[in-house]
């Protein structure tokens, strides 16, 4: 597949705040929701479907990973489909973290709600989850009761 705009913007942050060096990713994994770029970018429902379960398996061969940053509403139901999660139960809310059943975090951002998609934008995302994934549990503030 070849790299979204968005993933150079987000390696480039993730460099800055010392989760890449250069292209070697530290901790971290960059996927989404479908395999492959659709016309205009904009995945129908049945491709998501069709790619939902090649994100599952990714999430299930991350034995340690804690948190997802979905970068939009389609993100943020994948992600949850992935898990099993009917994407209903946990609603998208742009900066909410919920914690799901097994204890994964995810985290609610939509590039578009800050007008544009940029260095600044994404690094104060990452950094918003990372200084919560450095607190203790009672200190998250979780968002993500089911509806």
Do not use: K
Not at 84 to 100: C, D, Q, S, T
Not at 130 to 141: F, I, T, Y
């Amino acid at each position: 597949m070849a790299p979204h705009p968005a993933d150079q913007v987000l390696a480039a942050s993730l460099d800055r705040l010392g989760l890449a060096r250069g292209p070697t990713l530290i901790d971290t994994r960059i996927t989404h929701a479908v395999r492959c770029v659709p016309p205009r970018n904009l995945p129908t429902p049945s491709e998501v479907r069709t790619c939902n379960p090649y994100l599952a398996g990714e999430l299930a061969g991350l034995p340690n990973l804690r948190a997802v940053l979905a970068l939009g509403v389609l993100a943020h139901a994948a992600v949850l489909s992935a898990c099993g999660i009917p994407p209903e139960r946990i609603r998208y809310a742009h900066g909410a973290i919920h914690e799901l059943p097994d204890g994964l975090i995810l985290a609610d951002c939509h590039p578009l709600s800050g007008t544009r998609l940029t260095p600044e934008w994404i690094e104060a995302a990452l950094l918003g989850l990372l200084l919560r994934l450095d607190q203790p549990e009672q200190e998250l503030g979780f968002t993500g009761e089911p509806a």
